[in-house]
């Protein structure tokens, strides 16, 4: 087991512009329970280790890589399928707070569109997996929220069902295109149990309010925000206050 603890140094968590990759990635990415027995190593490695560090600096999260330790996957059974060859995974620590959940699912998410643009496969770990055994360091005050397994799948997975874009949220005459835009990227989003419990509204003053319901609500809504920025792009509309 190989675990690497980084939060200290300071990077810019876009990576030199990668952009436009993170979007490609919201379409390529699918949940992969089966995994092969290739290590993560190399470049590979270099990029996630430095990417895992930029969102902690950002978010002031203790996000945590742990390799070659499959413990925490084994010796349940799953309601969604079992873990086979699960042995990598980021570890979502963070102080526990109000702010807790949201901020680990806007930072995991982003995390999980660039293990995708690595060549990398993920899926979202929230209750089929044993807590206790999960090698992470938790400081005073701090919390493991939930996990996020990662390497190399033996498929890419298979895309979800999704809701129209119309009933998961609400627009007052016709929808801009770089709303639209948004909300294609939020529709595939991963949420707890395929739910899409969440709402955006385009206010008036054209700013949008997010909000989130169901399982893992708030973990949910940090999800389905971070694609929707990417879709929408980074300029031209804010978030209300």
Same mark, same amino acid.
């Given at each position: 087991? #190989?675990?690497?603890? $980084?939060?200290? #140094? ?9 952009? #436009?990759?993170?979007?490609? /990635? ?12 290739? @290590? ?9 280790? *430095? ?20 413990? @925490? !996957? ?8 079992? !873990? ?16 807790? &959940? ?8 982003? $995390?999980?569109?660039?293990?995708? #643009? ?17 090698? *992470? ?11 996020? /397994? ?25 929808? @801009?295109?770089? !709303? ?21 509204? $385009? ?28 879709? &929408? ?6 978030? *209300?206050?």
């Amino acid at each position: 087991m #190989t675990k690497h603890n $980084l939060r200290t #140094t300071k990077h810019n968590f876009d990576q030199g512009g990668i952009f #436009t990759e993170l979007c490609e /990635a919201i379409d390529a990415r699918h949940s992969v329970r089966a995994y092969t027995e290739r @290590p993560i190593e190399g470049e590979v490695l270099e990029r996630l280790l *430095a990417s895992v560090t930029a969102a902690n600096a950002e978010s002031g999260l203790h996000i945590q890589l742990v390799r070659d330790d499959g413990e @925490p !996957f084994g010796g349940l059974i799953p309601k969604y399928g079992k !873990f086979v060859n699960a042995r990598n995974y980021l570890a979502l620590v963070g102080k526990d707070d109000a702010n807790l &959940a949201e901020k680990c699912g806007y930072y995991g998410q982003k $995390l999980v569109l660039i293990a995708q #643009t690595l060549g990398l496969n993920t899926c979202w770990v929230a209750g089929t997996y044993s807590k206790r055994k999960v090698q *992470a360091e938790i400081d005073a005050g701090e919390k493991l929220l939930l996990v996020i /397994a990662l390497g190399y799948g033996q498929t890419e997975g298979a895309p979800h069902k999704s809701k129209p874009i119309e009933a998961l949220c609400k627009v007052s005459g016709e929808m @801009p295109d770089w !709303f639209r835009r948004g909300m294609e990227a939020a529709q595939k989003a991963p949420t707890a149990m395929n739910q899409q419990k969440f709402r955006f509204t $385009l206010n008036a003053d054209g700013s949008v309010t997010a909000s989130s319901g169901g399982s893992w609500g708030k973990i949910n809504l940090g999800i389905v925000k971070c694609n929707f920025e990417l879709g &929408a792009g980074k300029d031209g509309w804010r978030w *209300a206050e």
